[in-house]
């Protein structure tokens, strides 16, 4: 009945490039985020405390992104997430009185957010993930609730779900909670430092990270035995449907073995570390999210994210040698002289491939998508040793390779350098072009 999903555009700056507009595009893109920023702090200034505080936690949460569309007002709802189940839309959250929560009382609120019941006693969909912030502390709620009561209030009429019955019948959701809801508070662990417990707090909290990094059952709930071991969904682009995978998060070899807390706090802060980029779902996540947060909050999330024990889902079946020696002949032309042939990368050049969460995805719908579209990791930070880096802007190959030669090219990323990664299939990379 749910399944965590994002609108991201997994090629709206590839498009822009292959277009010649990238450039241009980089230059409105921070012409507007300066004069937001600075909106935004004469904004800041006449808040309350409180509000100020609950402006931050909505960045930690996150909720502009699912609650706005393309052309929509913030958080005045109406984007679709596509789920097995059928579309879900995001509800309007404005301080609205009629189609917004402009009258819901705090514990109205609080029991949407914690426990997934509306005002009038109906249960809201999971896609909402009051099981991840079912977490969050009574005071951050009620800060959240007051920022919430601050923004402009706008009216608005939202679309019908489309859900095929049984799934369209609300009243089931209380036997799916009733299965798997854990509605608790979180619990600082006290032998763990503080630091620790505030990065699990926003990881598991506010951040929702394993509502996109862990798998789910055939009913949409997440399988806590391999919590954080990455996870799949679809989003709409361009009125195309398109699969993305969600790494795996723990220490384990298909991981972030080889990522230290710092690359971490780079990677989720700036966009952008000595181990790759952000593309596609993570770019909203980075920009509307963990970018606005302080580096303390953003490397406690790395140090719990980092202490995550190893686990994996398997690695898939092999790629024959035929298949691996056309993928080497295709990393020869097209990848080494960026990531190098070693696969270890070059500062300047392209990030290290292995050990890449994304390389080693058991699901290689990420990795597909970033050879066929390209990457051009947004930009959150100035900083000239970031501006220097040609590997922020990776080439797309769809109107290059066939989809066998992308297949027998990331089969072979995947299973060299140590890599134990299973293969791609030319109908995979079918399906994600």
Known sequence: MTLQLRRSGPSRFAHACRSGSFYRMILAVGFAAVMMNLSSLAYSASLS?????????????????????????????????????????????????????????????????????????????????????????????????????????????????????????????????????????????????????????????????????????????????????????????????????????????????????EDITDYLKLGVSHRAGVFGPMNEVVVNSTSHLSREDVRAMAVYLKSLAANSQGSGEPASAEVLRAGSLQYDIHCGSCHLPTGEGSPEQGPPLIGSPVVLDVNPASLINITLNGAQTPHTSPSTEWESRAWIRMEPYENKLSDDQVAALLSFIRATWGHEAGAVTPEQVAEQR
């Open 49 to 261: 405390d409180e509000e100020q505080k609950g402006e931050y936690l909505v960045a930690a949460g996150n909720c502009v992104s699912c609650h706005t569309t393309e052309t929509g007002s913030p958080f005045a709802g109406g984007l679709g997430f596509e789920t097995p189940f059928g579309t879900i839309y995001s509800t309007n959250i404005t301080p609205d009185p009629q189609s917004g929560i402009g009258q819901w009382s705090l514990e109205d609120f609080s029991n949407a957010m914690r426990h997934g019941i509306q005002p009038d006693g109906t249960h809201l969909y999971p896609v909402f993930p009051y099981a991840a912030y079912a977490k969050v502390s009574d005071e951050d709620i009620a800060a959240i609730y007051a920022y919430m009561k601050t923004i402009a209030p706008v009216q608005t009429t939202q679309p019908e779900n489309d859900l095929g019955f049984p799934y369209n019948q609300r009243w089931t959701l209380g036997l799916w909670k009733a299965m798997y809801l854990d509605d608790e508070r979180f619990e600082p662990q006290p032998e763990q430092t503080d630091e620790w417990n505030r990065g699990a707090y926003l990881v598991e909290g506010l951040g929702h990270c394993s509502m996109c990094h862990t798998p789910r059952n055939f009913l949409g709930a997440t399988d806590s035995d391999l919590a954080m071991t990455g996870g799949s969904y679809m989003t709409r682009f361009e009125g195309k449907l398109s699969e993305w995978s969600a790494p795996n998060l723990t220490s384990a070899d298909s991981g972030l073995a080889m990522w230290s807390v």
